[in-house]
């Protein structure tokens, strides 16, 4: 198994182009997330997804979209990058819904910069 | 918001010390969780105790949860330069509709020094 992959590695925007963040996980986990993580911060949630089809807003949601129309994919779009979104995404899985009792599989991660 | 929060923020020692790290959160919880973050890379779970679990081991990893104090520790026994790497610690927090969601601390920052 591959785990949970993330694409790109890297990312340098120009503020207000939009993108997607990919993660894919190939363990058939139900909940899957978007975190991210800043300078001296811990991780932040951004949305996460219980299943396929259902999404839902997490801490800090503005300026991110997220779908899930496969077990596999979930996908995190920025409309209109800013320079506060500037961060280091990671994209986390798990194989029950319930992701407070469950171990979190971690991507590694996809560092991105706008300008 | 964040539940959880480490400290020390950062903590440095030799190599075959023992290595504690605290974490404590202000609203009950049902779990709480330890992950490792080597730089550069992604979280990797350790450890997690429930909190009618007082403590856990997993091979030189110890985890105690205090939940009349609010208060968690990691300690990592005869630590070794690989060890090097930050620790959180993740608590549950209630995100409304019956849903439970993990939230993070900042971390603590572990230098082993061989």
């Known amino acids: 198994n591959a785990g949970v992959t993330q694409t790109p590695k890297f990312q340098v925007l120009k503020t207000g182009q939009s993108m997607t963040l990919q993660c894919a996980q190939d363990?058939?986990?139900?909940?899957m997330s978007w975190y991210r993580q800043d300078p001296g911060m811990g991780l932040r949630l951004i949305h996460y997804?219980?299943?396929?089809?259902?999404?839902d807003q997490g801490e800090v949601p503005n300026g991110y979209n997220v779908s899930r129309s496969t077990t596999e994919d979930f996908p995190l779009r920025l409309l209109s990058a800013a320079p506060s979104q500037t961060s280091v995404y990671f994209c986390?899985?798990?194989?029950?819904?319930?992701?407070?009792?469950?171990?979190?599989?971690f991507g590694p991660g996809t560092r991105l910069t706008v300008l | 918001s964040q539940q959880g929060e480490e400290d020390p923020q950062a903590l440095s020692i030799q190599e075959g010390e023992n290595a504690t790290m605290n974490c404590s959160y202000k609203?009950?919880?049902?779990?709480l969780q330890w992950y490792r973050q080597n730089s550069g890379r992604g979280l990797v779970h350790l450890i997690l105790?429930?909190?009618?679990?007082r403590e856990k081991h997993s091979g030189r990893l110890r985890v105690t949860l205090d939940t009349s104090k609010k208060s968690s520790s990691l300690l990592i026994t005869a630590s070794r330069a690989a060890d090097t790497a930050s620790y959180f610690c993740?608590?549950?927090?209630?995100?409304?509709?019956?849903?439970?969601?993990?939230?993070f601390g900042k971390g603590t920052k572990l230098s082993v020094i061989p």
């Open positions: 986390a899985s798990s194989s029950t819904w319930d992701s407070s009792t469950d171990t979190q599989y």
């Open positions: 363990m058939n986990h139900e909940y």
């Open positions: 997804s219980v299943g396929a089809g259902i999404t």
């Open positions: 609203t009950s919880i049902n779990n």
């Open positions: 105790i429930r909190s009618n679990e």
């Open positions: 993740a608590t549950d927090a209630y995100s409304g509709a019956g849903s439970y969601q993990l939230t």
